[in-house]
């Protein structure tokens, strides 16, 4: 829609404001406000505006430094889980072992019952290793569920 201004010759207080309706007459103190109101209107659209823009850079500021927090975060979490992972590897091996050991010298002491006490040397053995080897995941866990106090001494 157009909007053609047109002042009448002999009235200053008034215009006539052509449409694509047609012709309307307008008087200059309305059409005053009206533009005023305008103008108002659109820097406050502007204020708004730079409002809008300010509060989504800040906002876009505070997601990258989540986004960077997660990230690292993320990283821990997967050194962690390779740790976890080793451990859970070691202990595995660790154990199985002396359960091996004390597998082998019981059928050694089946077939060969003239070396017992040999192999019942050798079945105390690996069986306490492995009752220390099971001691110390159960410390290790009471350490991490925080149930055991540690005092440093010389």
């Not at 053609?4 to 059409?31: H, K, N, Q, R």
């Not at 502007?46 to 876009?60: A, F, G, S, T």
């Amino acid at each position: 829609m157009a909007l053609m201004l047109v002042v009448a010759p002999l009235v200053i207080s008034d215009l006539t404001v052509t449409t694509a309706f047609g012709a309307v007459g307008v008087p200059l103190f309305t059409y005053l406000l009206i533009l005023i109101g305008v103008r108002h209107r659109t820097r406050l659209e502007r204020i708004r505006q730079d409002e809008l823009r300010q509060h989504r850079d800040h906002l876009e500021e505070m997601v990258q430094e989540r986004t960077t927090d997660l990230t690292t975060a993320n990283q821990r979490l997967n050194q962690l889980a390779r740790a976890k992972d080793e451990f859970v590897s070691n202990v595995s091996h660790e154990l199985r072992t002396p359960i091996t050991n004390i597998k082998l010298h019981h059928s050694l002491l089946q077939q060969r019952p003239d070396d017992h006490a040999r192999y019942l040397s050798i079945l105390e053995h690996e069986t306490e290793r492995l009752e220390n080897l099971i001691e110390s995941l159960l410390l290790l866990s009471r350490f991490d569920q925080q149930r055991v106090t540690v005092t440093f001494a010389p």
